[in-house]
Nanobody
């Protein structure tokens, strides 16, 4: 059974930090590119950061550059998103998205984890 499970989202004050985790099972996670997306209320889902199967970071949204860091531990089937200097506008549901497979078109999504930045 394929699963992507996000965790680590919670309420945090502006300026604070969080680390999100995305843990996979049921497929060859280590061969997949993994993206973090987020969706704020009333807004479209946006790509936040991406990392290839071998750990090369290939994209950060301009709004998070210098504050967020994506990384992965293939031995643990987990991708992380370290978020520092959080702002209220970072409030959103954060989703993990794995892309890969034989032709590079297989996609799996997690259920999302809520991050709320508020004082």
């Amino acid at each position: 059974q394929v699963q992507l499970v996000e965790s680590g989202g919670e309420l945090v004050q502006p300026g604070g930090s969080l680390r999100l985790s995305c843990t996979a099972s049921g497929f060859a996670f280590s061969t997949y590119t993994v993206n973090w997306h987020r969706q704020a209320p009333g807004k479209e889902r946006e790509l936040v950061a991406a990392i290839t199967s071998i750990g090369v970071t290939i994209n950060y949204a301009d709004s998070v550059k210098g504050r967020f860091t994506i990384s992965r531990d293939n031995a643990k089937n987990t991708v992380y998103l370290q978020m520092n200097s959080l702002k209220p506008e970072d409030t959103a549901v954060y989703y993990c998205h794995a892309v890969g497979g034989r032709y590079g078109i297989t996609r799996y999504w997690g259920q999302g984890t809520q991050v709320t930045v508020s004082s």
